[in-house]
């Protein structure tokens, strides 16, 4: 064994005193007892899978000055996320295979946690031979950060046909272009005004006529859960439409698509996604710099940090009893895992050793200078967290009390999928 940490871990949907063997990066062994090895005993620290992010926007490349994959899988490690999904509107967008392959030279050897990358879908796109490189598939129904838009319901249908026949996912940004207003604005309750969750249930509904497996990024109004609850696609909700609304302070810092919304949209999603209705958890880290989000509120481009905070905030709800356990697990790692295919997301033997270590006495306020984007702000200042004291990578400790430790020695995990 190379290494055998031990503590309070969960493993088969419960918190037990266990044993977990690791050799070449899988865990080999879940025992009471495992002789040999290194020994790291943790008392009566929690061990969990690490997290899988399924909903990222790294800017590498060509947008470095807001975020670069090195400052961003920092981040995601000390949030205790293991496994980040990119999403492809960088620059150039990750359209096509050479897009794709530039991408990946841009970013090797930068990672400090696994990655997979989406494809982007436009008209035409070239599905079936991105699909070797790629976890899944993004399209946008509405127009966001990134020039990605796919309004027509033909091309929606085409790039379904095409998904389905790769057996990979779908994830779709639903907000219905049409029922978007391009109007001037200077405040939260006027972005949410030109994008009304209308514009979300549309988008969802128009989607449940597609043949392909559907994955609905961070649905964020009460009505858009409604629409959902009929259709077998699958859900990831984002932290800041849980936790903040359009009545926010924070102006165009928070603007964000889908936008902020009430008070009961923000109460309804943090209920569905406690009582376990929602699937995922994704953050949709979006950096923009400090200077852009300064500019007037109709210039600043929309969209909000959160990779390193998501986990931790959640962790805080979990420690305070309002966020059990098993849901989260589930949400934050089981389900993304099993969703986009990956060996990882469970303490199981044969699984990657992704893992993170938490002591939920360890809450404390969310400071900025703490954190480890290149943005250099985020929308959740002073909310409590728990950061996991250590993350282990495939059996690799990469991070301790909130510190890069080791190598960066993050994976594609498609790469890795084939050998
Ligand atoms: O607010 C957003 N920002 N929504 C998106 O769909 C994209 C994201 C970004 O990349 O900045
Ligand atoms: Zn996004």
Request: proline letters at 5%; glycine letters at 10%; hydrophobic letters at 40%.
């Given at each position: 064994m190379d290494l055998v940490v031990e503590g309070r871990a969960y493993v088969r949907g419960k918190l037990g005193r266990w044993a977990i063997g690791i050799e070449d990066g899988r865990i080999a062994e879940i025992s009471r007892t495992i002789r040999g090895g290194e020994r790291m005993d943790l008392g009566d620290l929690i061990i969990l899978p690490g997290a899988i992010d399924p909903h990222v926007h790294f800017r590498d490349p060509g947008m470095t000055d807001k975020e670069d994959f090195s400052t961003g899988t920092l981040a995601a490690a000390c949030g205790g996320v293991t496994t980040v999904l990119d999403m492809p509107n960088t620059l150039p967008p990750s359209v096509s295979t050479d897009k794709l392959a530039e991408k990946k030279e841009a970013i090797s050897r930068k990672a400090w946690v696994d990655y997979g990358l989406f494809g982007g879908c436009i008209p035409g796109a070239r599905v079936e031979q991105m699909a070797p490189m790629v976890v899944g598939f993004k399209v946008f129904m509405g127009s966001s950060t990134g020039r990605l838009l796919v309004a027509e319901d033909r091309d929606l249908a085409g790039i379904a046909a095409r998904v389905k026949r790769t057996g990979k996912v779908l994830s779709v940004h639903a907000e219905d272009e049409g029922m978007i207003r391009h109007e001037t604005g200077k405040a939260l309750a006027d972005h949410l005004r030109n994008r009304p969750a209308a514009a979300e249930v549309s988008a969802i509904r128009r989607l449940s006529s597609l043949d392909c497996p559907i994955n609905v990024c961070h649905v964020s109004s009460a009505e858009g859960l409604q629409a959902l609850e009929s259709l077998s696609f699958t859900t990831e909700v984002t932290a800041h439409h849980m936790l903040l609304d359009r009545d926010s302070e924070g102006g165009a810092y928070l603007k964000v698509n889908p936008p902020l919304r009430t008070k009961e949209d923000r109460l309804a999603l943090f209920q569905a996604f406690v009582s376990g209705r929602i699937d995922m958890l994704g953050s949709d880290h979006a950096p923009h710099t400090i200077e852009e989000k300064e500019q007037e509120f109709d210039v600043a481009p929309s969209g909000v940090p959160g990779v390193e905070t998501t986990v931790p905030m959640m962790l805080a709800f979990m420690k305070r009893g309002t966020l059990p356990m098993e849901v989260l697990v589930s949400a934050m790692a089981e389900k993304p895992a099993s969703r986009f295919n990956l060996n990882k997301g469970r303490l199981e033997v044969g699984r990657d050793a992704d893992l993170m270590v938490v002591d939920p006495r360890a809450a404390a306020p969310i400071k900025v200078n703490y954190l480890h984007s290149k943005c250099g702000w985020t929308p959740f200042e002073g909310r409590e967290a728990i950061f996991p004291r250590m993350v282990f990578v495939r059996g690799e400790l990469v991070v301790e009390d909130g510190e890069p430790v080791g190598e960066?020695?993050?994976?594609d995990v498609v790469a890795a999928e084939r050998s």
């Amino acid at each position: 064994m190379d290494l055998v940490v031990e503590g309070r871990a969960y493993v088969r949907g419960k918190l037990g005193r266990w044993a977990i063997g690791i050799e070449d990066g899988r865990i080999a062994e879940i025992s009471r007892t495992i002789r040999g090895g290194e020994r790291m005993d943790l008392g009566d620290l929690i061990i969990l899978p690490g997290a899988i992010d399924p909903h990222v926007h790294f800017r590498d490349p060509g947008m470095t000055d807001k975020e670069d994959f090195s400052t961003g899988t920092l981040a995601a490690a000390c949030g205790g996320v293991t496994t980040v999904l990119d999403m492809p509107n960088t620059l150039p967008p990750s359209v096509s295979t050479d897009k794709l392959a530039e991408k990946k030279e841009a970013i090797s050897r930068k990672a400090w946690v696994d990655y997979g990358l989406f494809g982007g879908c436009i008209p035409g796109a070239r599905v079936e031979q991105m699909a070797p490189m790629v976890v899944g598939f993004k399209v946008f129904m509405g127009s966001s950060t990134g020039r990605l838009l796919v309004a027509e319901d033909r091309d929606l249908a085409g790039i379904a046909a095409r998904v389905k026949r790769t057996g990979k996912v779908l994830s779709v940004h639903a907000e219905d272009e049409g029922m978007i207003r391009h109007e001037t604005g200077k405040a939260l309750a006027d972005h949410l005004r030109n994008r009304p969750a209308a514009a979300e249930v549309s988008a969802i509904r128009r989607l449940s006529s597609l043949d392909c497996p559907i994955n609905v990024c961070h649905v964020s109004s009460a009505e858009g859960l409604q629409a959902l609850e009929s259709l077998s696609f699958t859900t990831e909700v984002t932290a800041h439409h849980m936790l903040l609304d359009r009545d926010s302070e924070g102006g165009a810092y928070l603007k964000v698509n889908p936008p902020l919304r009430t008070k009961e949209d923000r109460l309804a999603l943090f209920q569905a996604f406690v009582s376990g209705r929602i699937d995922m958890l994704g953050s949709d880290h979006a950096p923009h710099t400090i200077e852009e989000k300064e500019q007037e509120f109709d210039v600043a481009p929309s969209g909000v940090p959160g990779v390193e905070t998501t986990v931790p905030m959640m962790l805080a709800f979990m420690k305070r009893g309002t966020l059990p356990m098993e849901v989260l697990v589930s949400a934050m790692a089981e389900k993304p895992a099993s969703r986009f295919n990956l060996n990882k997301g469970r303490l199981e033997v044969g699984r990657d050793a992704d893992l993170m270590v938490v002591d939920p006495r360890a809450a404390a306020p969310i400071k900025v200078n703490y954190l480890h984007s290149k943005c250099g702000w985020t929308p959740f200042e002073g909310r409590e967290a728990i950061f996991p004291r250590m993350v282990f990578v495939r059996g690799e400790l990469v991070v301790e009390d909130g510190e890069p430790v080791g190598e960066r020695a993050g994976r594609d995990v498609v790469a890795a999928e084939r050998s």
